[in-house]
Nanobody, 117 residues
Framework: QVQLVESGGGLVQAGGSLRLSCAASGSISGINVMGWYRQVPGRQRELVATINIAGSTNFADSVKGRFTVSRDNAKNTVDLQMNSLKPEDTAVYYC???????????WGQGTQVTVSS
C-alpha cells in the first residue's frame, strides 16, 4: 500500500501563491500517475492536475496557466505550484497516486487551502 503525505496548505490572499508537496512511501513500485484533486463541501472531488512518469501533464481548465505540477521520480514526490490564486480555489487538496498494473489508487489525507478575497 502507498502512503501519501501532503504539506504546504494554508491561508493566502487572492493573487498570492502556495506550493503543495506530496511524498509517497510504502509499496511505491509501479506508480504511473500522480496528481492533485480538490474538494469543497457538498461537491464532488475534482481533478486539478496530474503528471505521469514520463512528465506529461494534464490540468483542469480552471487552473491552466496558473498552476504547474512537477514530479521527482527518484524521491517519489509530486508538487503543485499554485499562482494567481482565486477565492474559488479554496478547497481541501488531495494527493493521488495510481498504480495501473495493480489497479490501485491511493489518496493522501488532504490539506486545506483557503484563499481570501
Amino acid at each position: 500500500q502507498v502512503q501519501l503525505v501532503e504539506s504546504g496548505g494554508g491561508l493566502v490572499q487572492a493573487g498570492g501563491s502556495l506550493r503543495l508537496s506530496c511524498a509517497a512511501s510504502g509499496s511505491i513500485s509501479g506508480i504511473n500517475v500522480m496528481g492533485w484533486y480538490r474538494q469543497v463541501p457538498g461537491r464532488q472531488r475534482e481533478l486539478v492536475a496530474t503528471i505521469n512518469i514520463a512528465g506529461s501533464t494534464n490540468f483542469a481548465d480552471s487552473v491552466k496557466g496558473r498552476f504547474t505540477v512537477s514530479r521527482d521520480n527518484a524521491k517519489n514526490t509530486v508538487d503543485l505550484q499554485m499562482n494567481s490564486l482565486k477565492p474559488e480555489d479554496t478547497a481541501v487538496y488531495y494527493c493521488h497516486a495510481a498504480q495501473w498494473v495493480a489497479g490501485i489508487g491511493s489518496w493522501g489525507q488532504g490539506t486545506q487551502v483557503t484563499v481570501s478575497s
